[in-house]
């Protein structure tokens, strides 16, 4: 296998509160496949940064009566306390706030000049009269001029959802000082993306850079039209980089942010000797950019732009997740669900949450859950109850002899193990990490009904039974490793307490594929224990009572900020009785089969199971969005009672649920981890 090279970046947590649970999917989804990549020999590096700009920091300095740069200090190592117990490895964390990113900033800057792609515009924007400043979107609330809502921000209504700009607010106040903003004109410079559009539907479009459904989203939401110039600027005050040829003005947050990958990676390269050329501008490095779904525009249409303007690589792959909800609902700090890093380090092991998001995380954009009550027994069942106890129940019966010097015959479990290896890298690989888990598991499944049909415990109280003693624990501790090896990128502690109970280190990928013999076994250690209910309960407690700043509410973490595009687009029906919604029996259904209907441009003809034997044929017009071997074994939502229909291709016994505008912008809906077909959705 030739070894790749691999550059890999996290988005830029902002320094202006603190890493949370939400955030940490990503940096948990990114770690493990770094970590895959690193056990497979790859070369890789892993940077990152605070993200430091804006006038948010700006404020947050203000009211902690210290300077931006004592600020964004006193944030980044916080953050970087959290990422530390999380396992997240970074090479390199670094700060937009640097000399190198100042001057890799002046490089694109001059190449977005020199291809004629600046250009000035006179803007008018809300002014705070008192704080003699202008007013970003969230430091302005108003009422909503749609629905009439109070106390909304400045950008987009909680009620009910509209979009507009905060000059459109009824009542405008400040958030900052409380005074009625004032209209002012200043001078912003744009980047004329327009130019660029060629060149970003078919990097977009390719199939090699993004999902799917990413691809379809920009072509359906920005490409099918021409692309509005991107405002890169912002008058003084402002805490940034003052642009070299516009005294007071300063890059706006979002230009600055993505170079910081080049700037962190810069840094890296100047501690260690190393040319940054080989890494942003040589073809053979891979960059992949990992991110959540709420930023897909900027590293999807700016970043491309920027990066191709500038001369530099342009990312192999943007990898794009979903967003963190607890319990099924939004975290919530009166609850208790909206827990800060710091205060789940405090209660729980890191690497139960590391186990849980990768059994959650698939390779598309779905939101995942953080069921608490499934997170411990999931947590208690696999890691403690399947994988640990393999090495709890047989490590201790063979300290004094060793493992046996020739391996012995195990009916096939470990060539079985190391036969998975590939297809395990493949799901690691293409961040299917629910299937690797999966996967694994199995592995783990196979190996427990060996220990407990031997029985070393009773092995152990007959001397005449010491060679098979040693020969079942000798498979049973095989199994163990060859199934941490496998989980290791998941829990790199579970590895390296492994290591030590061998004395071999974990260090490859192929560690898998030969079983240890003839050496000895260390002093088993308590490795992982059960979660109790007393933790998860005392974690959510002290998350209910911990005291909020002014600068971490809710509100300001929300990652949501939804277009009223598609009620525009399609307004919301006349309301129905309770009793007219109840004549729709709508069911989980499983699909069992999935076939193009060669005759049909838009249809796939289903094969839905709801339980038993009970099957219903679906025709769906879902065929521009969804490869009909990539839906088999998915849940879905089906109209179980509605009256069949007649068509040329066969009869259609149902209808399953699916959102968005048609052709490839199609969203099947799914029901949560743990619904069964047959059940009814309420």
Partial sequence: MTERRILITAALPYANGPIHLGHLVEYIQTDIWVRFQRLRGNQCLFVCADDTHGTAIMISAQRHGITEE???????????HDFAGFGISFDHYGSTNSPENRELCGEFWSALSSAGLIVVKEVEQLFD???????????????CPK??????????????????????????????????????K?????VRLEALHDFLNEWTQSGDHLQSEVANYLKGHFLHEPLRDWDVSRPAPYFGFEIPDQPGNYWYVWFDAPIGYIASTAQWCRQHGENLESWWKNPETEIHHFIGKDITYFHTLFWPG?????????????HIHGFLTVNGEKMSKSKGTFVKASTYLEHLDPQYLRYFYASKLGPRLDDIDLNLDEFASKVNSDLVGKVVNLASRTAKFVQSTGLSTEYPDDQGLF??????????AAAYEACDYNRAVRLIIELADRANPFVEQAEPWKLRKDPEQADRLQDVCTIALNLFRQVVVYLSPLLPRLAEQTSELFGTPIEHWDDAQTPLTGQGVNKFKHMLKRIEQKDIEAMVEESKNEIESENDTE???TPWSDSDQPLQDEPLAETCTIDDFAKVDLRVARVIEAEHVPEANKLLKLTLSLGGNERRQVFAGIKKAYEPEKLVGRLVVMVANLQPRKMRFGLSEGMITASGPGGAD?????PDSGAVPGQRVH
Wanted: net charge negative.
């Fill in 70 to 80: 004592e600020w964004i200090e006193r944030i980044s190592q916080e953050h970087q």
């Fill in 186 to 190: 200043s001078t912003h410079h744009f």
């Fill in 306 to 318: 920027m990066l191709k303007s500038a001369g530099f690589n342009l990312p192999s792959k943007v």
């Fill in 555 to 557: 509100t300001t973490n």
């Fill in 129 to 143: 009269p008192e704080k003699e400043i202008f007013l970003a979107d969230r430091f302005v609330k108003g009422t």
């Fill in 666 to 670: 199609v969203f099947l809906l799914s």
């Fill in 147 to 184: 629905c009439q809502a109070a106390d909304q921000y400045g950008d987009n209504c909680d009620k009910c959802g509209a979009t507009y700009t905060p000059a459109e607010l009824i009542d405008p106040f400040s958030t900052l000082s409380g005074a009625t903003p004032v209209l002012r």
């Fill in 415 to 424: 060539a079985q193990g190391a036969a998975a290896g590939d297809e395990i």
